[in-house]
Each structure stands twice: as C-alpha cells, then as structure tokens.
C-alpha cells in the first residue's frame, strides 16, 4: 500500500517534469524592442526610410566634424594651432604617425557607413512592388549617394576598397587603384543623373538633383584630368536644361547663412538641423531623440574661448582678396564673408565684431605670454562655418548647411576644364560671371592659357576659401609641394607620400589584401 | 537536504580510522588536555579496555554547542561490542530542553553524540561522572559536508575539482562582496579588488576562457542569482568552488566559467542565539602619486618651454615671477572616510523548525570624495519539517544606494594631471573671456594657463549620479521524502531587482575648452525578474559495500530586464535652489531609453555518484539545454562529464603511518557558456537610429536600414576540461594537501569578429570561432596544531594559469597568403594564436640618444637614418625590421598581463583569549600597461612626476626622455610619446599583505553574568604593506576589457582600512 503511493507520487512528479520540458513553444520570444530584417524591405515606405538612413550619415562625427580637419586645415588656407599636439601634427605639418587615428578613421569608417546604407537600399529596394517612378527616383538617390562616399575615399586615400553588395562578414576586398574608385563614382554619377528629378517641391528639397550628379560627376572628371568628359557634364548646369535651375545669390554671404539655405545657387548641400537635446553623433545606435542631425564644426574653428579654434585661416588667403578692388574702389566684400580677423570690418579691430565682441576687447590684439603667440596678433578664423551673426556662441549641433557644391564652383570649374581643353575664350563668361557677383570688373581678354590658369586659382581662393575643396583643387594642379611652405609652413615638412592618407592600419590588419599607399 | 546528509555521514563512520587516531574526542573534550597528558589518558584507555569493568552505572550530562548553549533533541547512542567485536545499539535517548541526559553504561561503551547540522561526537566511556559536551558544528577539511549543485557529498567523497573557501579567513576581510573576501584562499580562483564603494570585484576561475566574460555562476542557496555588492557577505554560510567540468556539469550551458556555490546561515534547534557583528574602520588609498608641488612644477615647465624656444604661457610666467598657488590635487580629492559593516542576527528553533533572521547595514564612502555606497538588507531563512515533508525558504530583501560623480572623469589620471598652480575654485576663474561656462568659478585651464586635465571636483559638483538598486531575492521549497532511499524536491526561485539611477548636471564645465551642455536631469528605471523552477529526486542507496547516490531533475530559468529612461534639459535654477525632477525642469523632454530583454531556458539534468568500499568513486554528470537566446538549429546542447577517484589509503596493500588519507582523481568534461549573450542576436534587425533632414522646414525623417551585420549561427561557448588531482592527508589528519592539475580548452568562443570598417556595420555580430586553453597546477595545503595552548593553522596555495590563444577565428589573410592570427583592441595589444590572451605588443625601447652624431649613425643596414628626426635626449626605438624607420611594423610581443604565479598564505594563531589572523596573497609575472603614467611622463600640458629625471646635456644618465613642448615643430617629441611603446609597460608582481586582525575573546564567565555566550573584540587592518616595483597606484589592476586585461587606466585602488570590530553572541 505504501509502495503503490511512492508509486504513484513518483509517477506523477514524472508526468510534471516532462510536462514542463516538452513546451519548447516556451522558448519562442519574440523580439519586442526592433523589427527583424525579415519584416522590412517590403514596402515604398521602407524603401523610403532606406533613403532616408543614407542622407543621415553626414551627421555622424566623419563628415560633421573631422573631415574638414582634413580638407581644410590640411591645405595651405588652413593650419592649427591647436593646444592637442595631434590636430597639429596631423593636420598642420605632416607628421602623421598612427594611421588608426580616429580623427581621420572615423571620416573613413563614416563614408562606407553611407555606402553600406545605400548598398542596402540598391540590393533590396528594386524587389519591392512600388510607383516605378519613384523607385527609379529612390535608386538614383542612393547612387548618387554612394558615388557621393566614394569620391571623399578618392580624394583622400585614393587607392581604397570598392563594395556594391550589402556587406557580409566574409568580404575581404583587394584595394582597386584610384582611377578606378573614380570610375565607379563616375558610373553611380552617371545613372544618378539620368533618372534623378531637376528640383523637388518644398517637403523635399535638399535631397539629390540632377544638377548635382551632373556636378559631382564633372567634378570626377577634373580629378582624373578629363577635361572635355568635364565639361560635358558642367554643361548641362551651365549652358543646358541646367542653367535655367541655377544662379548665384546676390548677397555672397547668403551661402553661408541658416536663414537661406537651399537656394537657386546651391546644387548639393549637407542638410543640417538642430536637436536641442542632441548628445551624440552615432546615429545608428544610441537614443534617436538625443541625435545631433548638425554639424559640430562651429566650436571646432570658432576663435578661443568661444571655440577651441583647433584650426584657423593662413593670413595669406587675405592678402588674396586685398590683391583687387571692386569696381567701385570697395574692398571685395567677400573677404568679410570669409574670415573672421582683426579687420573682418574695414576700420580694424576696434570695429570688428567677434560674436557680439569687438576684436580689441576681446584682448586678442595682446600677445604677450600667448602660448600661440606668433599666430594671435595674425589671427584669422575660417567663418563661413560659424554662427557669429546669429549667435554669441557656438554648441556642437549647428543647422547651418555645409553647401557643399554651389554653382559659383561649378562655373570656375567649368571654365577650367575648357581653358585645359585649349578653349580659354569661351571660358571667359563664367568667371566674369563669378568676379561680377563679388562687383568685380571683368578679366582682361587675351590671357593665354597658363596664365588664365593661374587667375582662375586666384579665383577659386577668393571664391571657394574655407570651404573644403582646396586640397582637391591642389592635387589637381599638381601644386602639393614643400613650395607651399612659403605661404604655410607646415608645408615645409612635406613630401609625396601625404597627398594621399595612409590606408588605417585596423583595416590593413584585418584584410591584409588591402595595399598600403606608396611610401607609408 | 540535511537527513540526506545525515545518512551519508552515518555511514561514513563504519570507514572510520581506529579512534586512537581520530582527533574528534580528543579536541573537544573541555579543557583540551597537553599531549603529555593525552598519552597518559590513552594509556588509562589501555587499561580500562584490559579490565573490562563489566557493572552498568548511570551518568548524566549536557550537550552544549560551541557557544555553550544546550542543544535539545541530540541523539544519544550506548553501544556496546560483543564478543566477535562487532558494534549493537544497546540504548538511545534524547536531550532535553537544558541539552541534559542520563544514560546507562558499562566502562568500555561507545556513546555516540548526535544532531543535524553538528558533527557526531563519540567517545568511550571510561568512568566519568559528568559528561560535558561540546558539538562542533560541521565545519571544516574532511569531515565537511560539501553543496555541489542539488546534493551534498562529504568532501572527502569528492571526485571533481571543487574549491572550499575557509570562512573563517573569508569573514576577516572588509569585503563588500563574497568574491573580495576571498581572494587569496582558493587555489586556481583569481579575483581582483575594485576599490571604489559599491563596486563588484572581478572574479575568474582557472583564468579566462572566454573574450567576453569571465565571471562564474553563481548559486544561492540553490537559487541561480549574482552575489554582486547588494548580497551582504556576513549573512553567508559557506562558499563553495566548482572548478572543474564534472563538478560544474550539472549547471551545463552556464558553468562555463565555474561555479561558486554560496549557502546562507541557517538556524539550528535550540535557544534563540542572538549574534551582533560591528565593525568600524577608516580607510584611504595606500598610495597616491608622487607630483611636483608649484614651484618644482614652475620650473621644469620654465625648463620644457625654455627647451622647446616657446614662449611660457602667461600664467606660468606670473607664477614664476610670484608664486600664489599650490594646490595639492591629490590631497584635495582624495580622503579617509568611514567603513562600517554590522549585522544583528537571530536564529533557533525546534526539531521540527528553525530560523535565522538578519539585519544588516554596510556603508562605504570611499578613498575619493563625492562617493558613498550603502547597503541595508534583511534576511529569513526558515525550514519546517512534518513527517516526510520539508518545507523551507531562503529570502533577502536588500536596498542599496550608491552615489558618484557623473561626466566620465576618471579622477585617478586626472588629479595627478592637474597643475598646481590652478586652484581648486576662485572667483578668478569666473572671468568669462578667459573662463566662459565656468559660473562656480572652478579651477580649470585655460588659454594663459593650458592643461586639459579636468577638475574633479567640479564634476562631482556639477554632475552628480545616484543610484538605488531594491532587490528581492530568495527561493523557497518542498522536498517529500519519497521512500528512504528517494527525495522529491521542488525548488522555486525568484529574483526581482528595483534599479533607479538619476543624472544630475548643473551649469558650468570642469575643463578647459569644455563645452557645457543645458542642465538636465535624467532618470532611468529598470527591472529584473529572475525566475526558476526546479523539479528534482534524489536518490541515496546502499548495498554492501555498493554506494549509489544522484540527483535528477528538470530546471527552467527565465530572466527578463526592462528599461525605462527620460531626461529633460533646463533645470530650474531659483534663488539657488535647483529643482531636480524631469516634472520641474523646463527644456525638452527626450525618452532615453525603453527596451525590454527576455531569455529563457530549459535543462535536463542528472548526477550518479557510485561508491565501492569507500575506495573507488565514479561520477557520472550531465545535463541538455535549451536556451531561447539562440537560433531554432543551435537551441540544444550537451554537456556531460565523468569523474573517478580511487582512495588508494583504503587499500589492503596501503600501510602508512603518516597518510591518514589518499586519493588520486581525474575528470574529464564539456561545459557550456550562453551567458554573454543578450536575446536576439541571431537574428537581423533594423535599425530606426538614423534620421534624414531635407526640405524647407529641415524637420528630421525616420531612416532605418539594418546597422549590424548578423550572425544566424552562435550558439554555446564549450570548455572541455580535463583535471587530475590528488586530496592527501597527513599527520594525523594535521596535514591537507590538494594538487591539482588541469587542462581547460575553450572553443566556440564567441569573438566579436573585428569587421573591417569598410563593411559599414555599426558593430560586429558575434561568431563562435575562438579557442583558448587555460592549462594550470593548483596547490594548496593547511596545517593545524590545535594541541598546546597556542593553537595555530596555517595556509597556502599557488596556481598557476597558463593561458594560450588557439585560434581567433578567420580573419582573412595577408598578401603573402599567411592567415591573420590576432584581435587588436588597440594598437599596444594583441591576442595572437600561440601567445597569452591581450598581450603587450609594442615597440621596443632601446635607451635615450646621447648626441647628434647617435641619432645620425643610427642607421639601417642601407645606411637609412632610422630617426632623422630625433634630437639628443630622444627616445632610441628599435627598428625591429629593419626597413629604416620607426612605424607600426616594428612592434614584437612585450609580456602578458597575466601572472605566472599566484598565491595565497593564511595564517591563525591563538594564545588563550587572543587570537591572530595574518593573510597574505602574491601575484608574480604580469606586465601592466601604467596609462596612467604614460599623460604624466608624456610632459604635454600636466604636472610632472616629482622624481623624472629628464635628459639634459649634463644629466644624461637617465631613461626619461628631454622635457620638449610638442607643438608640432619638434616631431620626435610625439615620437617619444607614442602609446605603442614598450615605455609604459612596468612588471606587476606583487606580493600583499592583504589582512592582519588580532582578537581578544572575553573570558565565559566574566559575560554570562550578562548572559553574553561569547563576545570576541578586533582590529584589523587591511591592505598594510604591498611590496611591488609597480608604479602606479595598485598593481592589482584588472580592466573591464579583458582583451585589454592588464591595462591600468585609472583602475581604481584597494583601500587600505583599519577597522575594530566586535561579535558578540547571546
């Protein structure tokens, strides 16, 4: 009798325990915190959304921040004086000597970041059952977007790794030499600009053009000395269906101010925001409602205290604009619009506003003990970035859009392919054009082609100062030298080698099929 | 659990060694006799025996514990040999209430004494008139009983590698947590302090098989829970230690990394026994750095400038010229603050139920201001019996409150940084053209005076965190003895953890160039649930000399973790009162978080124990696991193990005097490891992170696109183990030895793949492809002389823990085809196949350069100049491959950070009334990367070690390099500065006396007066003497990152603190 309980007792505990074990239901749970990759690419607002991710990759500390140390300060108009001995070495006077640095790695790992956005959005988006029209739309976005990415990576290193798939782990890509880098962002140009929309209504503009693939692929072909495939390009901006979308503002310094971003003179802009919660810039984790959608740049080049100014302006770069007066015997008025300095108002320091602060009080004309002493009294801040005329500081998230490509570019770019090309005379209208905005008379007729050369870097200076294409234009002409150290003297520690950036050795590391550039 | 032990142990006495070397009577005896007087005694015995007195007499006596309370309920046992020798239970009684008895007995009787929970006590009755009794509770070597997952077994019948930690030395540490109190004690269990108040200590066993996590499971009292800073270390019982894979397997998928096994106090029958523990001590940092005071500071800084041609900043040169400021840094962060710890306790009952009741309050400010930690935590644990039903319940309820500076600044580097001649806070400082955002005036740098060192002070002043975490932890159970042989048990366990953190930030900055963020506050919320449910039998069977003992059962663990978080910028600020609630601030409201992380999993588990003669011992071990955190296809595994011993002592052919007990073991197994893992990462996700801006009104637009790459097929990390040990004891029990050696291989490790970043992933998806084997002897021996009035024991152990990296997975290969062997956390370490896990690897150092014609015939063999930028006073680097200049390339592996050799010594001693307890541990062989020296002997913009000794033309006989200012005109100056070099590594042998307390106890019959069983005062003082070359403030360093284990940055310090104590029972 007491045996069969036990029997019974253990026979039911049995029946419990198996019981228990056999729901493997149980371990089905579902994911409650993020739609799984099989849930998405299925809809026009995915495909949407996937654009979307692309455009917010020129938030992220890369493009926001860092790659101006590198197109700016890097240059002659630029050089630092940074207290962090790193900026300087790196960015001023070519010593680099840790190839992971993270201000540069960061611009590297951000641009594939944005081609691997758009790789997705060309691998998923043509399976989705949407408005064909705007799908084609979608698709030319993204590759502009990702021609976009891989011109920065030609530019700046030249011989890098190209991918067009979604990543998977196991991609270990050889490096592919510059001029096929170039040729890739020619063909994304290309498509980009055969199916992409003049201009979009009001919800929509910023987003990439026709004019702007148009640009950015004539822009290729001036890196790679195409002149004539260059000009074909301009010329659908500046003589073809083009010229009607475009002109320069009046007001110069329009172009670099909050209130009229977007205009008829912008063809492709960093489309910046302010969160005022913002506290980081990694916009694929972190919280979305503390994302900064600006640009941190400001207090990177605003004059001390306001801003660090781990990088200002070469006083030479002045001197350029003083080289000529407008035709009503006024100083360019440009220059106010480029720099900050003792004399951004004609009357001097006493005059000169620095955020709400006139140049003298702010006791910069004192020198004495400075640490960066030589530079003080000399100073000039890069200002096209900063929000001085709007407010008495700078915080790390301006909506101030970066107007990367205006037409006043695309013009002297144009003219300068078809100077290259042997056609200096019909040149001549679109720096006129240019020159006459800044009320400046029109240039001599009859310079040969050297010479109208050497005027049109003079123009592009005054131009384009501080804007981040004067390493590009450098590498163009071939001008990168220790010469330079005349007007820069981080220049004097030159050589070959720095016109390209060295390969990260993180990536070398882990892909040893990669190539260290030549001389690294 | 406790009758099943009970058996075990009954049966164990028939095994016992002839009483004459059994040391039970002889120590417990009241008023312990001399050894001369012993020999007498046995003599008497001798004679006794010979004379056989043959007429019954009736003796009374007590039966106290060893605090000299009665026990109620102790068995009494008469028995008496016949004329074959063989042993019949002639009578039995029971104590009463006073632990008084009478019993009727022959001279020459065996009577044996005994109660759950105590040791049995057996002696031969030689004609005493009153037996006085004391019971020794179970306790320590052999005898003890030993919890390994869901049974007990008595330690001498273990098979597998399983540490047991000596509480009585674990007890006299200042420990915030179990695993603090027992570094040093247990041989092959690494653990490394963290000093600050409310911080958990690292804890690894037989090294690191894993690059993600390290940390063992740990087990309360049967419940699967952490035993992190909010368990109160006082409320514990024993610590056990399963090391190897047949000890571990019976928690398969989660022993990966060993077991530490924690049983509470329980109460025992009798009186309640009110026991107060207070401790109150102060503590500082044993050492701080050694830095310039102002005018030392002033001038070498006139020197560096002056060196460099560049003009001094302004605030440098006032100083120089009239020097107002000298501010010690140090001395302004760091402090000698409280440390308390007491606990009042009750415990008792009745046969048929006992209890144990704590309270208790630890608090913890810490060597640093701005910090405080706190614990308060109650504990009940109950169990009643009623017939074949047990019914018991193990709760604590904790509440803990930890408060510390926010803003990241970690204020080891930084007060060490900070210039002197900056003050702590002055209206000077409020100057907003030199100082903007600085409204407290706080001291920082500046323009005139730079440094980017922060002020730590004004961090803890303007970004304060607290943090509360409510836990509530406990399990209860029903166990129904089944038959004799067979106990059902279900087991219900229950984690819920409260957690609520606050962010505080106030206006201002606390460094230069700063940029202030608005105020805010922010708060998240989060909660923990830990469910499990077990069903298990135990089985406990013998036949002749056939012993079969096991468990099965059936586990299911659910653990979920929810957060919420919000913050809102603009605090309100009136009249100096700010108002730190979201409701009260004014700016935008922002979510900062809302996930919730949910896992589950199932396990099948079993035990067979199978004992012949008490002389060949098998254990079988398994257990199948499912866990929800993996994809369909890798859901189940299994892990299985075996172990044997056979204890050659109990062979026929065994004769020796001196080994009381031998036995040689061996085990070999497969243990997983799931718990690095959060939900989901099998699978894909999008990512809703990113947002566009376009359009006239630049409003933000929701992007997603998935930012991770995913891996679909993680599953377990595995260890195979393989052990081979020996248990000896020697010398009349006097002497245990344990040795151990092992052999643990990980593989399936799960590595983040370090992803080239042209993948574009935010991230990188785990993969299951490293191996690491850990290979190690553990030694560890305890002797004890308790026969002359200085009683004394005395223990050692060693391990040493060779660790090896088999493989890292596929990382591609290099251009001539060789396969990529090595992660790399930063550019200084690697983990590379064939080498210890995060080694050094750098560039080496070769001396200073003398003179220009040094740097200039430093060439290459092509004649290249290897330094060209190098000035007399440089750093000379090794060109290591010889391609003429100093890059990435010339890096070589520079040592481990991991010791060759660690040990433990302990040691007791008690003389009368005073005690002594001394314990020491060792740490020798590892390299520690001193990131906290490298900003200092950098010279960039900080205060100076007071005793460099730059290179000058006149003083050249030295290793620091010429003070320079690296302003980019004078390259070789960021050269000598790289972190790539073999210059800040420093040997991190240490050897440490970790605890030394001397007690009184006060004598009985002083405090029973005030019927105060026992009452034991102290002081101690902890972290006394560290003797290492190590120069950093504590060489017991161990980074978060354990693929950067053994980089010092700013790791916070052991305290050392002198505390009095006092424990009274009544």
């Known amino acids: 009798m007491k045996k069969l309980k036990n029997i019974i007792l253990l026979t039911l505990s049995a029946a419990f325990l198996a019981g228990l074990g056999s729901c493997s239901k149980d371990l089905e749970i579902e994911n409650p915190n993020s739609p799984t990759i099989t849930n998405f690419w299925k809809t026009a607002q995915d495909a949407q959304n996937g654009i979307n991710a692309i455009y917010s990759t020129y938030h992220r500390v890369g493009l926001a921040r860092n790659e101006f140390f590198l197109t700016i300060i890097r240059s002659d108009e630029g050089f630092s004086t940074s207290p962090n001995p790193v900026l300087v070495n790196n960015f001023d006077v070519f010593n680099v000597t840790d190839y992971n640095l993270w201000e540069t790695t960061t611009v590297w790992q951000d641009l594939y970041i944005g081609i691997a956005r758009a790789n997705q959005v060309l691998d998923n988006v043509p399976q989705i059952y949407m408005d064909e029209t705007i799908k084609n739309q979608l698709l030319g976005e993204a590759k502009f977007m990702r021609g976009f990415f891989y011109y920065y990576l030609a530019t700046l290193w030249g011989n890098v790794p190209v991918l067009l798939k979604t990543s998977v782990p196991s991609d270990y890509p050889p490096t592919t030499k510059q001029a096929d880098v170039y040729a890739q962002c020619e063909k994304d140009f290309s498509e980009a600009a055969s199916v992409l929309p003049i201009s979009y209504d009001a919800a929509n503009v910023g987003r990439a053009t026709k004019g702007a693939a148009y640009g950015m692929l004539g822009k290729c072909y001036m890196q790679m000395h195409q002149y004539s495939k260059a000009a074909d390009a301009f010329n659908w901006l500046t003589e073809g269906a083009g010229k009607d979308v475009y002109d320069l503002v009046t007001n110069y310094r329009d172009n670099f101010l909050e209130s009229t971003e977007n205009n008829k003179e912008s063809v492709f802009e960093f489309q910046n925001a302010v969160n005022p919660t913002d506290n980081h810039d990694d916009d694929a984790s972190g919280n979305p409602d503390n994302l900064n959608y600006g640009t941190s740049i400001p207090p990177f080049f605003a004059p001390r205290p306001i801003g660090f100014t781990d990088g200002q302006a070469r006083r030479w770069c002045v001197w350029e604009f003083l080289k000529e007066k407008t035709t009503d015997g006024k100083r360019d008025p440009r220059l106010a619009a480029s720099f900050l300095y003792d004399s951004t108002d004609e009357r001097g320091p006493d005059y000169s506003m620095i955020y709400g602060q006139t140049f003298s009080s702010r006791g910069y004309a004192d020198v004495s003990g400075d640490p960066i002493a030589v530079a003080t009294t000399h100073t000039v801040y890069f200002r096209k970035f900063l929000n001085d005329a709007t407010s008495n500081g700078e915080v790390f998230h301006s909506g101030n859009n970066y107007r990367y490509l205006r037409y006043s570019d695309v013009l002297l770019l144009y003219a300068e392919a078809l100077n290259a090309m042997g056609e200096t005379t019909k040149a001549y209208p679109f720096v006129n054009r240019v020159r006459a905005r800044a009320g400046l008379a029109p240039l001599p007729a009859g310079l040969n082609q050297v010479a109208f050369l050497a005027q049109l870097k003079h123009e592009r200076i005054t131009e384009l100062c501080g804007e981040g294409h004067r390493w590009e234009d450098l590498v163009r002409w071939g001008d990168l030298s220790t010469k330079l150290s005349a007007r820069d003297q981080g220049f004097s520690h030159y050589t070959d080698k720095y016109a390209l950036l060295p390969i990260p050795q993180y990536e070398r590391d882990v892909n040893p099929n990669l190539v260290q550039n030549k001389d690294w | ?1066």
């Not at chain 2, 933000?700 to 998935?706: A, E, I, K, N, S």
């Not at chain 2, 040795?739 to 993948?759: E, F, G, R």
């Not at chain 2, 990382?811 to 196949?833: E, I």
């Open chain 2, 1 to 1066: 659990m406790n009758n099943h032990f009970y058996q075990n142990y009954g049966r164990c006495e028939q095994y016992r060694p002839h009483l004459f070397k059994w040391r039970g009577p002889l120590t417990n005896v009241k008023n312990s006799l001399p050894f001369a007087r012993i020999l007498l005694f046995i003599v008497a015995i001798l004679i006794f025996n010979l004379t056989k007195a043959q007429s019954p007499v009736e003796v009374s006596g007590k039966v106290k514990d060893s605090y000299g309370l009665p026990l109620n309920g102790v068995s009494v046992q008469v028995k008496r040999s016949n004329n074959q020798g063989n042993q019949t239970k002639v009578l039995g009684t029971l104590t009463d209430e006073n632990g008084a008895f009478n019993i009727s007995v022959h001279a020459g009787d065996s009577v044996v004494f005994s109660f759950v929970g105590f040791k049995n006590y057996r002696l031969v009755y030689q004609g005493q008139q009153n037996l006085e009794i004391t019971l020794t509770p179970i306790g320590s070597l052999q005898d003890s009983v030993v919890v390994i997952g869901y049974q007990t077994v008595l330690k001498k019948d273990l098979t597998g590698a399983t540490g047991v930690v000596n509480m009585e030395n674990a007890t006299k540490i200042s420990a915030g947590t179990v695993a603090e109190g027992i570094q040093g004690l247990v041989p092959g269990v690494t653990v490394r302090n963290g000093g600050a108040p409310g911080q958990n200590s690292v804890i690894e066993i037989r090294g690191v098989g894993s690059f993600q996590n390290a940390s063992p499971l740990y087990v309360i009292d049967g419940m699967l829970s952490d035993a992190n800073v909010t368990i109160n270390p006082d409320d514990i019982a024993s610590v056990q230690i399963l090391k190897d894979a047949s000890a571990a397997a019976i928690y398969g998928s989660r022993a990966g990394n060993g077991v530490v096994i924690i049983t509470t106090k329980k109460g025992h029958a009798g009186e309640p026994l009110v026991s107060l523990s207070g401790k109150y001590g102060f503590q500082q940092l044993p050492k701080t750095w050694e830095v310039m005071n102002a005018a030392s500071f002033l001038k070498t800084a006139q020197q560096q400038y002056a060196n460099s041609g560049v003009a001094m900043p302004k605030d440098i040169a006032n100083q120089l010229q009239n020097n107002t400021i000298n501010t010690d840094w140090q001395k302004a962060v760091y402090r000698t603050s409280a440390y308390q710890d007491y606990t009042l306790g009750i415990s008792g009952g009745s046969p048929s139920a006992t209890y144990y009741v704590a309270g208790s309050y630890y608090g913890n400010q810490g060597t640093v201001v701005g910090n405080n930690f706190t614990r308060a935590s109650l504990r009940i644990n109950t169990e009643v019996h009623k017939g074949r039903v047990t019914f018991g319940e193990n709760l604590m309820l904790t509440d803990n409150n930890n408060d510390y500076p926010g803003g990241g600044v970690n204020v080891f580097y930084n007060s060490s940084q900070m210039l002197p001649i900056i003050q702590v806070k002055s209206d000077d400082y409020k100057d907003p053209i030199q100082y903007p955002s600085n409204p407290g005036g706080w001291g920082i740098g500046s323009s005139n005076n730079p440094t980017y060192a922060n002020n730590y002070l004004a961090a803890a002043a303007l970004d304060k965190v607290s943090n509360e975490y409510g836990k509530l932890v406990g399990n209860a159970y029903l166990q129904i003895k089944l038959a004799k042989w067979l106990t059902y048990k279900f087991n219900a366990g229950l984690e819920v953890s409260y957690d609520y953190s606050q962010e505080i930030r106030d206006t201002g900055i606390w460094r230069y160039t700063n940029q202030p963020p608005e105020t805010f506050v922010s708060e998240e919320r989060s909660r923990f649930t830990n469910l499990l449910l077990e069903n298990t039998f135990n089985f406990d069977h013998h036949f002749g000399k056939h012993y079969i003992n096991g468990v099965v059962g059936f586990s299911r663990t659910q653990q979920e973790r929810e957060y919420t978080g919000a913050a809102r910028n603009l605090l309100q600020d009136l009249n100096g009162t700010l108002y730190t609630t979201i409701g009260s601030a004014i700016g935008s409201p922002s979510a900062t978080g809302g996930i919730n992380n949910k896992w589950r999993s199932h396990g099948w588990l079993g035990r067979v124990n199978y004992n012949y003669a008490d002389r060949y011992l098998l254990t079988l071990t398994g257990r199948i696991d499912q866990d929800s955190r993996f994809g369909p296809e890798y859901r189940t595994g299994y892990f299985p193990s075996a172990a044997a011993a056979w204890r050659i002592s109990k062979e026929d052919f065994f004769k020796s005097n001196t080994v009381n007990d031998l036995k040689i073991r061996g085990s070999y197994g497969q243990l997983g490891f799931s718990d690095a893992l959060t939900p989901w990462q099998y699978v894909g996700f999008i990512n809703s992170s990113t947002r566009a801006i376009y359009g006239t009104d630049q409003k933000p637009q929701l992007g997603q696109y998935q930012s991770i790459i995913t891996n679909p097929d993680l599953h377990w990390e595995k260890r195979n183990q393989l052990d081979i040990g020996t248990d000896i004891t020697l010398l009349d029990n006097r002497l245990n030895l344990t040795v151990d050696w092992y052999n643990s291989t990980s593989k399936d490790v799960l590595l983040i793949v370090p992803l080239p970043q042209y993948l574009g992933s935010s991230g990188s998806p785990f993969v299951n492809t490293g191996s690491i084997r850990n290979t190690g002897i553990e030694f560890s021996a305890a002797y004890h002389n308790h026969d002359r009035a200085f009683k004394w024991d005395l223990a050692g152990n060693f391990t040493t823990i060779k660790n090896k990296v088999l493989s890292v997975g596929n990382q591609g290969a290099d251009a001539n085809g060789n396969k990529v062997n090595y992660l790399q956390p930063a550019n200084f370490v690697r983990s590379q196949v064939g080498h210890p896990m995060a080694s050094w690897y750098v560039i080496k150092t070769d001396g200073i350069f003398q003179s220009t014609d040094e740097v200039n015939n430093y060439k290459n063999k092509d004649g290249k100049i290897i330094q060209p930028n190098a000035k007399p006073g440089d750093i000379r680097f090794v060109d290591l491959n010889g391609d003429g200049q100093i890059n990435d390339d010339d890096r070589t592996f520079a040592g481990s950070p991991w010791p060759t050799l660690q040990a433990g010594l302990q040691f007791n001693g008690s003389y009368h009334n005073f005690s002594i307890n001394m314990q020491w541990v060792g740490v020798f062989g590892n390299k520690i990367y001193d990131d906290v020296r490298r900003p200092l002997d950098s010279y960039q913009l900080v205060n100076f070690r007071s005793d460099i000794n730059p290179w000058t033309p006149e003083n050249t006989n030295t290793n620091d390099p010429r003070l320079a200012i690296d302003n980019g005109n004078d390259p070789s100056v960021s050269a000598n500065n790289m972190a790539q070099t073999d210059r800040w590594l420093e040997n991190g042998s240490y050897a440490r006396l970790r605890n030394l307390e001397i007690g009184y106890n006060f004598q009985t019959d002083f405090l029973s007066k005030m019927k105060i069983h026992n009452a034991r005062l102290f002081v101690s003082g902890q972290n006394l003497l560290t003797i290492t070359k190590y120069k950093g403030l504590d060489p017991d360093v161990a980074n978060n990152n354990l693929g950067m284990r053994g980089m010092d940055s700013g790791f916070w310090p052991s305290s050392r603190i002198y505390s009095v104590g006092i424990h009274m029972e009544f």
